[in-house]
């Protein structure tokens, strides 16, 4: 289940190495179908208009959805942990575009009030705690504003460990490891699986008000893209979306 963003904090046991991934990583993430066809298109939907907004994309990668965002308008910043995929991010964007090594677990190097949205897309889950990054996310997002945010599926998540050992427990907030290979390179990548309720109970604990929770299916071309997956795809969802807006006061 490739994601596209990440941050690279709690990393006592050297479980990220975007950096040793970063080619691999982003022409994967270019075509494939659960990001092109699936994740990426569901996000920009749920942005909607963005002609004029400022922009935060968190955990951009190498930038292919800060690239949409731009299309379509969007003033876009961008950070990520990864200095490779930072690289990645500047080719695309050019030398120009404000792109930042920053971690979403640390405090964030923009003023109070600084965007429009907050994209976190695919990034949270990385994170055991939500509360301090929600609460920096806040800080940047002028009041009225709105973060988009998505992450795996807490049923598809549960169902997919079900299927290689025991069920896990739905309910509890667990750490679990992932191996994955590209471009001839291996690494271990951690994630931290939650229950929606915990998902939302730490929206709400941050201040955030929930306006949006969308469960996706891929856009129909996805079915010439990716015939073989496509069906499971389009019956059963791999991530969960949400909007939530930074109360104009309180």
């Not at 941050?206 to 306006?211: E, L, M, P, T």
Request: proline share 7%.
């Amino acid at each position: 289940m490739a994601s596209q963003s990440h941050v690279a904090s709690e990393n006592p046991s050297g479980l990220y190495d975007y950096d040793s991934l970063a080619e691999a990583y982003s022409a994967e993430n270019e075509t494939s179908l659960m990001n092109a066809y699936y994740e990426r298109p569901a996000t920009l939907a749920l942005a909607g208009d963005v002609a004029g907004r400022r922009v935060l994309d968190a955990g951009c990668g190498s930038g292919p959805l800060s690239c949409a965002l731009r299309e379509r308008g969007a003033v876009v910043s961008g950070f990520d942990a990864s200095a490779g995929m930072l690289e990645l991010a500047r080719r695309r964007l050019g030398a120009d575009a404000d792109l930042r090594v920053a971690d979403l677990a640390e405090p964030l190097p923009y003023p109070d009030n600084s965007f429009d949205d907050v994209v976190a897309s695919l990034v949270l889950h990385y994170l055991r705690d939500w509360g301090p990054p929600l609460a920096e996310v806040r800080r940047v997002l002028r009041p009225g504003g709105r973060l988009i945010v998505s992450v795996d599926h807490p049923f598809a998540i549960n169902f997919l460990q079900h299927q290689t050992g025991p069920r896990p427990d739905y309910f509890a907030t667990e750490h679990r490891i992932e191996e994955w290979t590209l471009g001839g390179q291996t690494a271990k990548l951690s994630f931290w699986n939650r229950p929606l309720h915990a998902m939302t109970d730490a929206f709400t604990a941050a201040g955030f008000r929930i306006s949006v929770i969308h469960e996706a299916k891929p856009v129909p071309a996805a079915r010439e893209a990716s015939p073989d997956d496509f069906d499971i795809l389009n019956t059963f969802p791999s991530f969960l979306f949400f909007v939530l807006e930074a109360p104009e006061h309180g």
